[in-house]
């Protein structure tokens, strides 16, 4: 059953339910979701990266530390960086890394 104060995050493909308000990085790891995170989530390392796959425009406008790197790195819009970015609404993403090459 859903609860009112979860969002429905869908991960290459799974749906996970990740507790609102918290940074995308700490619900994927709750949820027990792989992703890299060299920086410990200060913002500086760049790891965390996901792809958007639903609108980016109903997400969570990048702070100032992710508008920095997105800058320093030439981000694409869909681009995020999961330790910034804040689960406000639900929606899809990708992560690069734990895509299979094969
Ligand atoms: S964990 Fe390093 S930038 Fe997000």
Redesign the pocket.
Known sequence: MEKKNQQTVEVNSQDHQLTHGVTL?QGLLDAGVEI??????????????VEVLSDPNQLKPRNDIEAE?AEDRGFERSER????LQVACDFKIKIPSAVPTR
């Open positions: 990085l890299s995170h060299s920086c410990g989530g200060n913002g500086t390392c760049g790891t965390c990266r790197m960086l999961a330790c910034q």
